[in-house]
């Protein structure tokens, strides 16, 4: 992951479905986990995150919900 100034650009590190560190950016709070296909919304309120919603993206390409953390 690129680093800013001794940060990383994602507010986490690791899917917090599979822990995988391959995550890519698909929007400015959207992310993708290219190990275990799942979409990560990431909803903030100033600096911090307020809550990530899990979608599954499902093999027709439509996304399923899989929860919030």
Avoid: W
């Avoid at 940060?7 to 190990?35: E, M, V």
């Avoid at 309120?45 to 929860?67: F, H, K, M, P, Y």
């Amino acid at each position: 992951m690129a680093k800013r100034n001794g940060q990383s650009r994602f507010a986490f590190q690791l899917c917090p479905q599979c822990g995988s560190k391959n995550i890519g950016r698909i929007a400015k709070q959207t992310y993708f986990c290219r190990d275990c296909f799942t979409e990560i919304v990431e909803k903030k309120q100033g600096q911090l995150s307020e809550r990530l919603t899990l979608l599954e993206i499902l093999e027709d390409g439509s996304v399923q919900a899989i929860g919030e953390i």
